[in-house]
């Protein structure tokens, strides 16, 4: 079912009250963003539907700015570190590129307001903005071409395949797909069909299909 509460992938710990505060600031800028977009969000609304004063919100960030890059921050290095540690333990890369398929998957269609901030709003919002939104994406990249190249060393992908053209590629596809289904409406529906999504995603990659 599709939630609106990306609480886990903030990584943030409920240690003292302020960082139950800068918690608080951080999960409600999520959704006004994602809802309203970067330029119609102000400081003043994220601050009152924080129950924080404006003063207040401004003790943990410098500026509407320094909030925003702070989301893409935390959330992509959050998902990335979430990404690194599953795969840490597996033996084979079609195993990882099929985990990271689904965490990427189910994280953008299970949180829609996290797909819309991160692979909409963030585009729109300033040349700032989007450069570091870029660096998450490129090192999400990255690790999928690593996971192609470790497949080509054991004859397991396609050795014609160039890594970094097809790590993009791939994550292509699954932005398109994510963002196709919060234009219409279904991601839940793109959610329970990911399995058939992934078979057909990787048929291009793998000798005999992915195992």
């Not at 990306?6 to 302020?18: D, T």
């Not at 809802?35 to 119609?40: A, P």
């Not at 795969?87 to 084979?92: E, T």
């Not at 949180?111 to 585009?123: D, T, V």
Request: net charge neutral.
């Amino acid at each position: 079912m599709l939630t609106d509460r990306p609480v886990g992938f903030l990584g943030l710990k409920r240690v003292r009250v302020k960082y139950d505060k800068r918690k608080k600031i951080l999960e409600t800028a999520l959704r006004i963003f994602a809802d309203k977009g970067y330029h119609s969000t102000s400081v003043g609304e994220i601050a009152r539907r924080s129950r924080i004063s404006k003063g207040g919100l401004y003790f943990y960030f410098s500026s509407k700015e320094d909030l925003f890059l702070t989301l893409i921050d935390e959330l992509g290095n959050s998902i990335i570190e979430r990404i690194e540690s599953k795969i840490s333990v597996l033996d084979s890369a079609s195993k990882k590129l099929e985990t990271i398929f689904e965490e990427i998957l189910t994280l953008f269609t299970r949180y829609g307001s996290i797909a819309r901030f991160m692979l909409i709003e963030s585009c729109v919002a300033n040349p700032v903005i989007e450069e570091e939104r870029q660096k998450i994406i490129d090192k999400l990249e990255s690790i999928v071409a690593e996971c192609i190249r470790e497949g080509q060393s054991v004859g397991q992908i396609r050795e014609e395949i160039e890594p970094d053209i097809a790590a993009s590629a791939l994550a292509g596809a699954v932005y398109h797909l994510v963002i196709s289904g919060l234009a219409k409406g279904n991601l839940d529906e793109l959610y329970r069909k990911r399995e058939s999504l992934k078979v057909f995603v990787f048929f291009f990659l793998f000798k005999g299909g992915i195992e």
